[in-house]
């Protein structure tokens, strides 16, 4: 024969062997002990936690020649034929394929025919939820009142999607998402029975890259071994199976906690870059929040914020095909999540300027749904050939002698639209580093921000350049442009920082 994958070879073959769900295997030992078998049985829970295999043992311990304690001897010829396949009384069925009334339908004929080998005939049906309703329909009768000698087990991870009327003619058993100890426990028992060396952290890296589920976690194992050169070392799986720096964990940590997006997003871009998985960088980066958590004694309720918004952001990840710009518009949210005591004043300006940022999340959420929806498209109408990049001609001041008070300007109309069009083009940095900009238009364009961090960044030449250039195309506007950074009475302090010096809110300043 040849080879075998992990999960399968050592799929458990008793109810002792399937971990972390002695409050299911209890009760069914205490079934067959006792004779008192139901009709029909439904195993929920999420994937890799045992339900198939539950459903086999089951299967194979009614039938047993010779049980004890309620459990299978997988010696005698009925639990050989059973593991073998070739007991035709015995059918697992996957509703993923099988989901029509046709197949249903057989299932009803084929019930009443007495059986051949076994006592009871036992019909597994994987995934039931996934049958049409009219197969669930035609399933409703045979399964209340079944020949004595018919067993249905319906194994399922999404519960809520079987009609009641199916689940109220069933014994109802939850499989419990497996923990890291009975995970990291099997795996080492893995190892020594395939006298594989191994280093414990590796073990214990890859019960956590499981996420509740066995056969995961001897997936990975699998592909681990195969890889490694005769020990399995933690270095060896985190570069096997595609896991982030630490350090670059550690790094977006801080700058998310120092309210720093563009630190952020750079370090993000280094990920792509290398070619990561970004649903992975999700993980880790939420695993590093969960151990700061666990570990501090202050800004706890910030903390559980960003766990929270981070818990959705698999989903949006799975869901889209711009990863990128989800992952950024996410990291923007980020770091405008502020300790509700942190705000001392709401009638202040500069506190205005901050729930002004704060206001940011239902914006970016709203653009990214319209960016996925293909809201936003080309303008056909416009040759692109024909456009020509208008001369860009920065100026930049940071002194209070050279600022024009606000008063005496006029705000650009059309400064949120300008903004959305940035995220057209996929300027994710550029539009943080806009956010809290203000812009104003007369003989020239002057845009005022009161964040060194993204001062820094709109002088750049390819930001500039990219702002001229849509000022350009959407708005016929070639005018010069002038950046101001805003200080407090000639400090080199922008306001933001001194609000947050003010509040006693730690921060991280970037030379």
């Keep these: 024969m040849g080879y075998i994958a ?141 020949p004595a000698n018919v067993v249905f087990i319906l194994a399922t991870t999404e519960q809520h999607k079987i009609p009641v009327t199916i689940l109220s003619r069933c014994l109802k058993f939850d499989f419990n998402r497996l923990s890291e100890d009975d995970l990291y426990k099997r795996i080492k028992y893995v190892l020594e029975c395939e006298n594989v060396k191994y280093e414990d952290e590796a073990c214990k890296y890859i019960a956590t890259l499981a996420d509740g589920a066995a056969r995961d976690a001897l997936s990975i194992l699998d592909r681990c071994i195969s890889e490694s050169d005769g020990v399995l070392k933690y270095e060896d799986v985190q570069n096997i199976v595609g896991a982030i720096d630490k350090n670059v964990i550690d790094k977006v940590t801080d700058s998310i906690l120092s309210y720093d997006s563009i630190a952020a997003i750079e370090q993000v871009d280094e990920v792509i870059k290398k070619g990561k998985d970004l649903r992975q960088f999700a993980f880790e980066l939420t695993s590093g929040f969960l151990n700061r958590l ?44 502020k300790e509700k005591n942190n705000v001392s004043s709401a009638s202040s300006p500069d506190i205005a300027y901050l729930k002004k940022i704060e206001s940011l999340e239902k914006q970016i959420v709203d653009l990214t749904n319209r960016i996925n929806s293909g809201a936003f498209r080309e303008n056909n109408n416009i040759e692109q050939s024909n456009i020509q990049t208008p001369r860009v001609n ?98 080199s302090i922008s306001k933001i920082e001194k609000i947050l010096k003010d509040n006693n809110i730690e921060y991280t300043k970037l030379d």
Excluded at 42 to 55: P, V
Excluded at 99 to 116: D, G, L
Excluded at 302 to 327: C, G, H, P
Excluded at 461 to 490: F, H, P, V, W
């Design 6 to 146: 992990l999960y399968r070879k050592y799929r458990p073959d008793t109810f002792g062997n399937i971990i972390g769900q002695e409050n299911v295997t209890r009760i069914l030992r205490n079934q067959i002990k006792n004779g008192k078998i139901s009709h029909a049985y439904l195993f929920s829970g999420t994937r890799g936690t045992g339900k198939t295999s539950a459903a086999k043992v089951f299967a194979r311990a009614i039938n047993c020649l010779n049980p004890k304690d309620g459990e299978p001897c997988n010696e005698c010829e009925v639990c050989k034929g059973i593991l073998n396949g070739n007991i035709t009384d015995v059918i697992e069925m996957d509703a993923a394929s099988n989901n029509s009334v046709e197949n249903i339908r057989q299932i009803r004929q084929e019930v009443v025919y007495a059986t051949v080998d076994v006592k009871y005939r036992v019909y597994i049906i994987d995934e039931v939820h996934m049958l049409t309703t009219s197969a669930f329909n035609a399933l409703l009768k045979t399964l209340e009142e079944p």
């Design 294 to 337: 666990i570990k501090t004694d202050e800004n706890k309720e910030r903390y559980v914020q960003i766990i929270d918004r981070l818990s959705s952001l698999d989903n949006d990840l799975k869901a889209t095909t711009r990863k990128e710009i989800v992952l950024k518009a996410c990291l923007v949210q980020l770091c405008s999540i």
């Design 394 to 491: 920065i100026s930049a001041t940071t002194t209070k002698e050279d600022v024009v008070k606000e008063e005496n300007l006029t705000e650009f109309p059309n400064t949120e639209e300008f903004k959305k069009a940035i995220i057209e083009k996929g300027k994710i940095k550029l539009y943080s580093a806009l956010a809290g900009a203000k812009m104003y238009v007369d003989d020239v364009i002057r845009i005022i921000t009161t964040n060194s961090f993204a001062y820094k960044l709109l002088t750049s030449d390819e930001s500039a350049e990219t702002i001229a250039q849509i000022l350009y195309e959407k708005y016929s506007i070639n005018k010069n442009i002038i950046l101001e950074l805003r200080t407090e009475s000639g400090e």
